[in-house]
T-cell receptor, first 112, second 112 residues
Framework: QKEVEQNSGPLSVPEGAIASLNCTYSDRGSQSFFWYRQYSGKSPELIMFIYSNGDKEDGRFTAQLNKASQYVSLLIRDSQPSDSATYLCAVNPQGGYQKVTFGTGTKLQVIP | GAVVSQHPSWVICKSGTSVKIECRSLDFQATTMFWYRQFPKQSLMLMATSNEGSKATYEQGVEKDKFLINHASLTLSTLTVTSAHPEDSSFYIC????????FGAGTRLSVL
């Protein structure tokens, strides 16, 4: 079982719709969770991080964490073509200054 | 957010030569930096963890004598690909923790 699992996609949504990206992780003791966006040929950029159960909203983005289910998701409201990218889920298994484990990413395509 | 600078952004070299890639944290001190490699359409692969003032920790399967890492100061880590071969052609990305990982822009290496 992979430590961090994501559906590779592509996930296609029409412009203006809500895109829902999902991630599961295997280490129940994981402390912190991150979502990165990576455009083709570019390096990842941080979108959001979340530490506590529940929702965290930042503009059009909402991260949702459910530690009991070992599940973290990213919702993108009012999806735009510029949101088309690969979204990487990352999990810090022990917290603090430890390396994070990345999922393989979900490719999102927003159709105009 | 924090800024991580990576140089060069693109390098082409002949087979057998060595290439040095620099990663700098511009507005914070980074005791730990990470080096990743990414082949086209594949996920990030952690190569090594670079620790200021000590030896790097390499991931399984990564040749430490081929990928030399030097983290001589709190703001600079370097990756040297020694005796590069065409199979080393890839996208190399560094990141630094503050404590959230921020990525450099990446270096695209092409070995002829």
């Amino acid at each position: 079982q992979k430590e961090v699992e994501q559906n590779s996609g592509p996930l296609s949504v029409p412009e203006g719709a809500i895109a829902s990206l999902n991630c599961t992780y295997s280490d129940r003791g994981s402390q912190s969770f991150f979502w990165y966006r990576q455009y083709s040929g570019k390096s990842p950029e941080l979108i959001m991080f979340i530490y506590s159960n529940g929702d965290k909203e930042d503009g059009r983005f909402t991260a949702q964490l459910n530690k009991a289910s070992q599940y973290v998701s990213l919702l993108i409201r009012d999806s735009q073509p510029s949101d088309s990218a690969t979204y990487l889920c990352a999990v810090n298994p022990q917290g603090g200054y430890q390396k994070v484990t990345f999922g393989t990413g979900t490719k999102l395509q927003v159709i105009p | 957010g924090a800024v991580v600078s990576q140089h060069p952004s693109w390098v082409i070299c002949k087979s057998g030569t060595s290439v040095k890639i620099e990663c700098r944290s511009l507005d914070f001190q980074a005791t730990t930096m990470f080096w990743y490699r990414q082949f086209p359409k594949q996920s990030l692969m952690l190569m090594a963890t670079s620790n200021e003032g000590s030896k790097a920790t390499y991931e399984q399967g990564v040749e430490k004598d081929k990928f030399l890492i030097n983290h001589a100061s709190l703001t600079l880590s370097t990756l040297t690909v020694t005796s590069a071969h065409p199979e080393d052609s890839s996208f190399y990305i560094c990141s630094a923790r503050f404590p959230i990982q921020y990525f450099g822009a990446g270096t695209r290496l092409s070995v002829l």
